[in-house]
């Protein structure tokens, strides 16, 4: 059976990008990246993709006059590689309600935090300004607004005593790590369907057990 067609969107050094180079590069999965697009000619994931064989692109936003302007270029790009699904990798561009819209439950972010709790930037900070015990990543199809639409795969992390930004940051890129493959898998399986605004996944074994934090006393 032919493999999904997935085209990656990256602004910087792309290492949810590698994870999902990683993925595909295991027998029998379902996707394969055949583009991955930087607005940055400076991305190191443009190496990253190279250096594993996939076609790279460069389209800097800022020769465009319009972001409308630019996202038809991106739309463009995709569409000529016969891209079946696009994958937001740290692609720090808004894209236009009309190129979310011409991609509709074809386009898919990871976001570092547990939706909808924390969408935008500095997450981390402000999961620790607001003293949560639990956070995370969420993988979900996008949508016009911000960080917002069905969301696919969640990972969530402890918040430890002694967690600054950088340190919780690293823990849950680690959780992305397996989140968007598995995310990506599920979709080139052909087992995920949007209901609404709901996302349903056939045959999804739910995660078991509880994660406390902190710990109950033994």
């Known amino acids: 059976m032919a493999r999904l067609r997935v085209g990656v969107l990256i602004s910087g050094r792309g290492s949810n990008l590698q994870a999902l180079i990683d993925a595909a590069a295991g027998a029998g999965f379902p996707a394969e990246i055949v583009l991955?697009?930087?607005?940055?000619?400076?991305?190191?994931?443009l190496e990253r993709a190279a250096k594993a064989g996939i076609a790279t692109q460069v389209i800097e936003h800022g020769k465009f006059a319009s972001r409308e302007a630019f996202d038809a270029a991106l739309d463009q790009a995709l569409r000529a590689s016969r891209v079946e699904l696009v994958c937001n990798a740290g692609f720090m561009r808004i894209l236009s309600a009309g190129f979310v819209e011409a991609w509709r439950d074809r386009l898919v972010n990871i976001h570092p935090s547990l939706l909808p709790a924390f969408p935008g930037l500095h997450t981390h900070e402000r999961a620790l300004e607001a003293g949560v015990r639990l956070h995370g990543c969420t993988v979900h199809f996008v949508r016009s607004k911000v960080d917002d639409g069905p969301i696919i795969v969640q990972a969530a992390v402890p918040v430890l005593a002694g967690d600054d930004a950088e340190k919780?940051?690293?823990?849950?890129?680690?959780?992305?790590?397996?989140?968007?493959?598995?995310?990506?898998?599920?979709?080139?399986?052909?087992?995920?369907?949007?209901?609404?605004?709901?996302?349903?996944?056939?045959g999804a074994v739910p995660a078991t057990g509880m994660l406390l934090n902190p710990k109950a006393e033994s």
């Open 36 to 45: 991955t697009i930087s607005n940055r000619r400076d991305a190191q994931g």
């Open 168 to 202: 919780l940051a690293e823990r849950v890129l680690a959780a992305e790590h397996r989140a968007y493959p598995l995310a990506l898998a599920l979709i080139a399986a052909g087992r995920v369907r949007v209901e609404g605004e709901r996302v349903v996944i056939r």
